[in-house]
């Protein structure tokens, strides 16, 4: 089976306006690039954009926030992005923002199938308004249901034809348990491989959560906060 797409382009023609959209990456660290670039420059809006945090202002998901594309954005923290952190205190984007351990369990739960669970993170706070509690083994826990979406977008190092994925260090992140939790995933690969070439030990994400993959023609992987020695 060869899910190979000839570009970013057309794997992303397939979202429409007011999709839901799970985008790997950590702060600027294994971010689909090039499908988000892509996505930009077709223009969909009225997006729910799914990420630990939206980077920096003009790369990655900071170009859709800047073209004012994203309706929603379900994140961990505002981070460092200024235009995110603008519309977050005007209210022109809505936000939800989820403890990081809490954000990475949702999805994991949407991937395997799982209702919901009890989690004692956010108990007393207002993440936990409107949401079922209970005491159990004498501690108090809140209900966290899974979050999944319509589309995943996931960066990984090398992939093949068949979409096996390989990630590599800090760039997997969340990349892998969110390739799990959408109707359709579709990965960037550094590097795309034949059928065979991936030693099956060392794949991380198998192919069947895969639908598309693509081939990254330019990759900037730019560092978010550089600290050097004086």
């Given at each position: 089976m060869n899910k190979v797409l000839a570009s970013a382009e057309e794997a992303v023609s397939r979202i429409p306006d007011g999709a839901t959209i799970l985008m790997g990456g950590f702060g600027l660290c294994g971010i689909p690039e090039n499908l988000i670039r892509a996505l930009h420059a077709q223009g969909s809006k009225?997006?729910?954009?799914i990420s630990n945090n939206a980077g920096v202002?003009?790369?990655?998901?900071?170009?859709?926030l800047k073209s004012r594309q994203v309706r929603k954005m379900i994140a961990t923290y505002v981070?460092?992005?200024?235009?995110?952190?603008?519309?977050?205190?005007t209210g022109e984007i809505e936000v939800e923002l989820v403890p990081q351990g809490t954000f990475s369990e949702r999805i994991r739960a949407a991937g395997a199938g799982i209702g919901g669970f009890f989690t004692p993170?956010?108990?007393?706070?207002?993440v936990a308004e409107g949401k079922e509690t209970r005491v159990i083994d004498g501690k108090p826990y809140v209900l966290e249901r899974p979050l999944g979406a319509d589309f995943a977008f996931v960066h990984a190092w090398k992939g093949d034809r068949a979409g096996n994925l390989v990630y590599r260090r800090t760039a997997r992140n969340f990349n892998?348990?969110?390739?799990?939790?959408?109707?359709?995933?579709?990965a960037e690969v550094e590097e795309l491989v034949e059928p065979g070439a991936i030693n099956p030990d060392h794949v991380m994400t198998p192919g069947i959560?895969?639908?598309?993959?693509?081939?990254?023609?330019k990759f900037e992987k730019r560092i978010e906060k550089r600290t050097v020695r004086a």
């Open positions: 009225d997006l729910t954009i202002d003009d790369f990655g998901i900071g170009v859709l981070g460092e992005n200024k235009e995110f952190e603008r519309q977050f205190l993170t956010a108990y007393g706070t207002i892998p348990v969110m390739a799990t939790a959408a109707r359709v995933t579709i959560f895969v639908k598309h993959i693509v081939k990254g023609e």
